[in-house]
């Protein structure tokens, strides 16, 4: 390639370059979008995640240790839920969760763990958990059955009656 060619193209070439880096800074700098949700009163509300943010559930977070060492020994049965809030599969079983507690509120206690609480990293050892969810029955005190994975409704709801007896 002689001078006079590489003259012709340089201009071409940074004029390329430079919508690139446009077009690059562009896509950028806007803004995220929010879903926009109709209420009652035809007012729209934005909302940042499509799940309620202050809705009942039929479960006790566990804030702390000393939390669950007040529940681990209480008599009869307990099911603690490990997830984790970036976990896709935790966010779909966490509505099966929820559901089956409210259906067995008198056979069990229902209790949630998210594995990223730093207090409660421990108890990951101690129950075992390689993966989330991670579903584990303890019955007046002790490990008694441990599920990895997400659960189907009829799945929960058996091992329930079966740890409840």
């Known amino acids: 390639m002689n001078l006079k060619n590489l003259i012709f193209f340089i201009p ?3 004029f390329t370059l430079s919508s690139d880096l446009m077009a690059e800074k562009t896509v950028r ?8 949700v109709q209420k009652k009163n035809n007012k729209p509300e934005n909302k940042k995640t499509p799940m309620k943010e202050n809705s009942k559930k039929n479960y006790t977070e566990i804030e702390n240790k000393k939390h669950y ?3 681990k020994d209480y008599p009869g049965l307990q099911i603690i839920k490990f997830y984790a809030d970036w976990c896709g ?8 969760f929820d559901k089956v507690a409210k259906e067995n509120l008198d056979k069990a206690g229902f209790f949630a763990i998210n594995i990223d ?8 050892t101690e129950h075992k958990v390689q993966a989330v969810p991670t ?14 994975g997400a659960m ?3 799945e929960l709801t058996d091992k329930i009656k079966t740890h409840s007896k």
């Not at 700098?29 to 926009?36: G, S, T």
């Not at 599969?89 to 099966?96: D, K, S, V």
């Not at 579903?135 to 990895?148: H, L, N, P, S, Y």
């Open 12 to 14: 071409i070439l940074m």
């Open 135 to 148: 579903v584990v029955f303890i019955k007046d005190g002790k490990q008694v059955a441990i599920e990895r």
């Open 89 to 96: 599969a935790c966010n779909q079983f966490a509505e099966t």
């Open 29 to 36: 700098k806007r803004p995220a979008k929010k879903a926009v």
């Open 69 to 71: 060492d007040e529940i």
């Open 117 to 124: 609480k730093e207090e409660l990293k421990p108890l990951l």
């Open 152 to 154: 189907g409704e009829q």
